[in-house]
């Protein structure tokens, strides 16, 4: 197989990381900040493996968690909605908002939104696109609270910096805490936040440690690997 090529500025910042260490939560994003040298406004992700089996229904492990200091990014948000809903939805900030003649617009290849929202009567319209919604991770689901018929407050707090998470097929969950243009107590604010709503959602039948690992990354830079068990200490 075939040895991945790094750039020198990644080289360089892993050299600064001592791939043995689980660093303290505060310090690792200290030092995902001191590493960061593209020229853009990075995402700082974070990405922890948990102790489940997602091939099971019952250790599935997803739901949304409003960051305190958002994530740094705009979203746009389109609401399928009809009758007064849509005056609520526009009112409230939503980017776009139809039923019909956006599902033709979607249907028709055009996907410029990053997250979808429905009132429950919408269903019957939105439904007939799951597959060209789901694998995009746009489909509109209760159980992320995009299916619903409080517009208002939903589009609000996805403005804000609501997040959807949701454990992939290798047991880890993927998700932005933020810029690098943070300070170091936003960043850690938003972890905490996340890391709280992940043992909230811990499955019963989930068994021995929860969090196995947690790694903190920028966009462009190497992970720094956190502490599981501090990480769960502070946020139990």
Known sequence: MKELKRGKNYQQASEKLDSLVLYEPREALELVKEIAKAKFDETVEVHIKLGVDPRHADQQVRGTVSLPNGTGKTRKVLVFAKGEK?????????????????????????????????????????????????????????????????IERTIKELKAGRIEYRVDKSAIVHAPIGRISFEVDKL???????????????????????MRSVTVCSTMSPGVKINPLVLMAANK
């Open 86 to 150: 849509i005056k609520e939805a526009e009112l409230a900030g939503a980017d776009y908002v139809g039923g019909e003649d956006l599902a033709e617009k979607i249907q028709g290849g055009w996907f410029d939104f990053d997250v979808a929202v429905a009132t429950p009567d919408m269903m019957a319209v939105v439904g007939k696109m799951g597959k060209i919604l789901g694998p995009r991770g746009l489909m509109p689901n209760p159980k992320a609270g995009t299916v619903t018929f409080d």
């Open 188 to 210: 850690q604010e938003n972890l905490n936040a996340f890391a709280e709503a992940l043992l909230k959602a811990r499955p019963a039948a989930a068994k021995g440690q929860y």
